[in-house]
């Protein structure tokens, strides 16, 4: 005796019932620190084709100051790299400090040896700032 379900059925003991498709959602944050819906498909997929990008990212210099580092918009990715010994802290908003972060990205061994922590980010509007643990910051970020 077997059992064959098709579409969007659910087997209830021995019984079939047809439901209907529910869309998964995901939450965002936005700069002011809102939950912002992001539709998604039943295995985490954002509902929108993602697009490849043939703009080059913002900027490819090593950068060594505090404060903000790029703003994103609706759409815009983007990623911070420490290239310093010490830790490097990242955070979702304006004015990134010791007790004020999301993130904290590891030392490099080494400076600019590539191995330090890094994040891309995404689902984010609003400002990006970073504030080195010790001494001056050294970490490469971009946008596109």
Known sequence: MGNT???????????????????VVQLGIDSTGQAKPIAVDAIGRPSAALTQSS????????????????????????????LDTDTLFVKLGEDAAADSLSSILAACPVQDD??????????????????????AARYLAWKI
């Open 55 to 82: 703009t080059p990212p913002s900027s490819f210099v090593i950068r060594t100051a505090t404060g903000t580092v790029f703003t994103l918009a609706a759409g815009e990715r983007g990623f911070i790299q420490n």
């Open 114 to 135: 590539g191995k330090g922590g890094y994040t891309p980010i995404n689902n984010w509007i609003g400002p990006v700032s970073v504030f080195p643990s010790t001494g």
């Open 5 to 23: 379900l098709s579409g969007n059925s659910v087997l209830l003991f021995g019984g079939q019932k047809d439901i209907a498709p529910h869309p």
